[in-house]
Each structure stands twice: as structure tokens, then as C-alpha cells.
């Protein structure tokens, strides 16, 4: 920042002169005409004030723009770094067995083929049209008569027209589910005394897809991270992950979403600490000077200033549905559920092979059990199934318990039972081979996250290199660290004026642009000749530097 600073004072010293060569200043000796350039002087030094005070706003929304963003920037990767060991809630390589692998690649498979949330478009560059007009649109927006304000500007229409029109065959699917999983989340936010609009931020959030994981490691149809999950009471252990429950995860977003109206008595800006976190909506409010959405809208993070625009479009196209040809693909997931308490340890292929209930229906209706195993015998667990299997699951649950337990549950699957893994250990704390060796002396305002991220390491790595206890570092101090050799692997490489990135599955334009500072979707277009957004994974595109 002091270049800015110092940039300032450049810009300061520049227009002073310039109002000394306009005349500003009196010539010497010219007594008759100095009362008339004293006022000529004031007037040009209060000119200078002001324009001193312009730059002095612009370099301060300038600093707090850059601020957000290296919050962002350190708290995605840090996300990224908690997570990117972790399969399934926290198996290392040690805990690999058939049986795991074969529940993970199926909730691998699961997650790549149904997850709808992500689409084609670069909604920052894309102005859609339609044949249905502003006034239509209000007038619907009017009628849906929502407890929620529900906004109208260029921006939601571009949504609107987005979920309406632009993505059929994902709306049919993500209607089909809603049959299934609306019904849960209205029990739940009317259990609160919530408005039920609110389930349609699962359709945001994951395409109703219980078992989707972000690329920063949230998981579950609300998405929600390591941290947030266990301080909202959901368990996460070896075998358990109940951000991938239906009912317990709509349960925490409801009483995180009931916390975030308490705190800022608005639903749309609620809403936006869902997607960014509080602490980033209080300091758009801060540096706005508003508590209204769109008053705050530049303040937000990019990735969060669609959210809401989002929220409505989604809102829109259920309520419009048959206005806009949409109609509900067909809903394979069960109309009656029954639920069974289980006390004992209990295997999926336990249940199919004796009480002749199909792996699939089990995994679909329990996706919590991320092994396949229920571990009732640390507390109580429930298991769901079809009404339909209800009377086989009761007549051979005591044959269930005692079929090949030695087989389905041998030492090295039973070893992990139970282990909480809130306290994640990366799966070497040691330097890593290849790596460089580096002394960083730590600065004014440094952070061991931010240190971190800058070097593509972890925390405790940094805290056992140095042998440091806490997170509390002193200026001045001298880190040793070993480096992964810099930003992002063979993922991101740098030549010449250019950065080179490897598109993965998924990407989108506008989701690498906000990889890097200062560069967007169109710059990438214009780097690499693209006529449109679509990007083929495995292609390197060229990242111009800022």
C-alpha cells in the first residue's frame, strides 16, 4: 500500500503545480491585483482539496478491495489445503480397503455425474434476452407474494432468464428431486418459524445433489465446510458425514441461516453470509455505509454478488415453471420413508444380501454413510429405507447384525471406528522431496495463513518446520520454509508476460479469472482467441499477468 500512498502524493504534488502554472499564485510585486489572486489561490487550493479527497476515496476503496481480496484469497486456499487430503471425511492412504474404495468411487461418481449447480455461462459477461417482458416479469415477482423481498434489475433478470430458459434439462432434474426434498426442508424451516422460500437455496448451493463437493471441499446439498459443519453439530467421522444428510444438514443451515437474520435483520443479506460468511457481508456494510443489498452489491465477493440474484431466478422458474415449458423429470426416490434406529455395527452389503434390499437404494437413502457402515455401536444412528423393504429390513434384522462380520468388519476397517477428524494432520508434516528450501522474514500484518497460502503449504506444516506452538508469529522473525516450487504445480505455470493454466472438469472462464487478481473472463478470451466460454478440460490456456 505505500506505493499507492506514495502514488498519491505524487498525484498531489502534480496538481499543486499545475495550479501554480495556471496562475494560481500571485507574481511578485503586483500589489493591485493581489486581493483578487489571494481569492483566485483560495479557490484553486480548495479545487486541489478536492480533488486530494477523490483520490484519497478511490485509494481507500482501492485498499479495501484489494483487502477482501486476499481474505478471500487466503481463506479459499486454506479451505483447499484443509481439504485436499481428505476423502470420505479424512481416510488417508492407510485406510484403503476394498470396501472404502469401492464407496468412494461411487460417491465420486455420484458427485461427477449429477452435480447441475455449475453451467456453461459467464454470468458477469452474458446479457440474455427473452420474449417475455420487465413488466411480466414484476408482475410475477409481485404475485408469488414471497416473505422474502425478492429484487427485480438487469442483473435478476439475467438469472431469471438463466433458470427459466437457458438450462431445461437440468431444471427437469432439479424439479424431479425437489418433489423429494422440498418436502424435507419445509418441515424444517417451519420448524423455526422460517420462511420455506428458503429451501430453494439448496437448488443454488448443489443442484439438490446430496452428496455434492465444491472444489474448496464444501460438501452436502447446503455446502457446508469442515469447520462451519462441526460448530453447527453435525458429526464428521471415519464413517460419518452428515453434511451429506438430507434432514440434519437442512437442520444447521436453517439455524446457521436463523443466526444470520438475528444478525443483520435482512434476508437477502442473510442470504449472502450463507454464500461469504458474515464477517464479509459486515464489512460490505462497513465500507458502503448501507445495509441494503444493492448498496452493498460492489463490496461483496464477486462469487457472492450473484447469490442472490440467483436465489430469485431459481424462486422464479419453479413458481413459472409450466409458463416456461419446465416440467419435472421423474422422481425415482421413494414417496414413504421409514426409519430405523441402529444400536449395532452395521455393513450396507449386510442389509442388500440378507434382506434383499438393493446397494443403490441404501447408498441413495443413507449418503451419510460415506464407508457404507453404520457405526452403532458408538451412539445411535438412523437408517432410512423405502416403505416398500420396511417389513424384509424388520423380519431379518437379527440374521442382518450376524452375517459375515468377520469378513465385512476385519481390524484394519475396525481401527478407525469412532475417531473424530476435526483435527486434521496433513499427510506428511516433513519437506517434501523436490522441495525448496526458503527463509521468509515475517513482515507488519503477516499471518501464518497468509504465509501459507503464498508458498502452497500448510499451517502446521510452517509451525513444525519452525517449531511454533500457536498460530502467533512476531514481525521480524525469520520462517523456514519448504516450498512446493511456487503457484499451483504443473496446474499453473508462468512464461514470459503469461501465466499457463491447466482447465480441469468444471472450470469455467470466470472461475479461473477470479484465480488471479485483476484478470477476467474476457482477457482470457482475448489471450488464447476464444469466440466463446466454452473450455475443454486438459486445454492450458494462457493467464495474462496484471
Known amino acids: 500500500m505505500r506505493f499507492y500512498r506514495y502514488t498519491i502524493a505524487l498525484l498531489c504534488a502534480f496538481l499543486f503545480v499545475g495550479n501554480v502554472c495556471e496562475g494560481s499564485v500571485p507574481p511578485p510585486n503586483d500589489s493591485t491585483s493581489s486581493h483578487a489572486s489571494k481569492r483566485k489561490l483560495l479557490k484553486a487550493n480548495r479545487r486541489m482539496a478536492a480533488r486530494i479527497d477523490s483520490l484519497e ?67 458477469d459477461e452474458v446479457h440474455f434476452t427473452s420474449n417475455v417482458s420487465d413488466a411480466t416479469y414484476l408482475k410475477r415477482l409481485e404475485a408469488m407474494n414471497s416473505f422474502i423481498t425478492l429484487p427485480y434489475n438487469e442483473t435478476v433478470r ?54 455434492a463437493v465444491s472444489r474448496a471441499g464444501a460438501k452436502g446439498m447446503w455446502q457446508f465446510m469442515y469447520n462451519t459443519a462441526k460448530i453447527y453439530g453435525l458429526t464428521i467421522n471415519s464413517y460419518v458425514d452428515e453434511r451429506l444428510d438430507p434432514y440434519k444438514s437442512a437442520d444447521a443451515a436453517a439455524r446457521y441461516l436463523r443466526d444470520a437474520y438475528g444478525v443483520f435483520g435482512d434476508w437477502n443479506l442473510a442470504i449472502s453470509s450463507y454464500n461469504c460468511g458474515a464477517g464479509n457481508v459486515n464489512k460490505a456494510i462497513k465500507r458502503s455505509g448501507s445495509r441494503d443489498f444493492w448498496s452493498i452489491y460492489n463490496y461483496l465477493p464477486r462469487e457472492t454478488r450473484g447469490y442472490v440474484p440467483a436465489f430469485v431466478g431459481a424462486m422464479y422458474a419453479f413458481k413459472y415453471s409450466k409458463e416456461h415449458g419446465l416440467k419435472p423429470a421423474a422422481n425415482i426416490l421413494p414417496s414413504a420413508v421409514d426409519t430405523f434406529s441402529i444400536n449395532k455395527m452395521v455393513h450396507f452389503r449386510q442389509i442388500s444380501e440378507v434382506a434383499g434390499i438393493p446397494m443403490e437404494t441404501l447408498r441413495e437413502m443413507n449418503p451419510q454413510y460415506i464407508r457404507d457402515i453404520i457405526p452403532g455401536n458408538e451412539k445411535t444412528y438412523i437408517l432410512r429405507l423405502p416403505f416398500k423393504y420396511s417389513n424384509d429390513f424388520l423380519e431379518h434384522e437379527d440374521s442382518i447384525y450376524n452375517y459375515k462380520t468377520a469378513q465385512m468388519f476385519g481390524p484394519a476397517t475396525l481401527q478407525n471406528t469412532g475417531k473424530s477428524t476435526s483435527t486434521y494432520t496433513p499427510r506428511s508434516s516433513g519437506k517434501s522431496s523436490g ?30 518446520w519452525n517449531g511454533l506452538r500457536s498460530n502467533t508469529i512476531q514481525s521480524g522473525k525469520t520462517l523456514v520454509i519448504y516450498s512446493r516450487g511456487g503457484g499451483g504445480g504443473s496446474k499453473s505455470k508462468s512464461s514470459g508476460g503469461y501465466t499457463y493454466y491447466t482447465v480441469r472438469k468444471g472450470d469455467t472462464l470466470s472461475g479461473i479469472a477470479a484465480k488471479y487478481r485483476g484478470v477476467t473472463a474476457n482477457d482470457i478470451k482475448k489471450a488464447n482467441g476464444l469466440r466463446s466460454n466454452n473450455i475443454q478440460a486438459g486445454k492450458k490456456l494462457k493467464i495474462p499477468k496484471k
Request: aromatic residues 12%; without cysteine; hydrophobic residues 35%.
Open 57 to 123: 476515496q478511490a485509494l481507500e476503496e482501492m485498499e479495501a478491495r484489494m483487502e477482501m481480496a486476499d481474505t478471500m484469497d487466503v481463506e479459499a486456499y486454506e479451505m483447499y489445503i484443509e481439504n485436499e487430503d481428505k476423502i470420505g471425511a479424512g481416510l488417508t492412504e492407510d485406510d484403503y480397503s476394498t470396501e472404502v474404495t469401492d464407496s468412494l468411487m461411487q460417491l465420486w461418481f455420484k458427485n461427477r455425474t449429477n452435480n447441475a449447480a455449475e453451467n456453461e455461462y459467464d454470468m
Open 158 to 211: 439475467n438469472y431469471i432468464i438463466l433458470y427459466s430458459e437457458k438450462m431445461p434439462s437440468k431444471m427437469s432434474n432439479i424439479m424431479g428431486l425437489s418433489t423429494y426434498y422440498f418436502p424435507i426442508f419445509e418441515e424444517v424451516f417451519n420448524k423455526y418459524n422460517m420462511p420455506d422460500e428458503l429451501k430453494y437455496m439448496a437448488v443454488i448451493e448443489s443442484a439438490l445433489n446430496p452428496v
Open 435 to 464: 522441495s525448496n528450501k526458503i527463509y521468509y522474514k515475517v513482515k507488519k500484518g503477516d499471518s501464518l495463513g497468509k504465509i501459507a497460502a503464498r508458498y502452497h503449504v500448510t499451517i502446521n506444516q510452517i509451525k513444525n
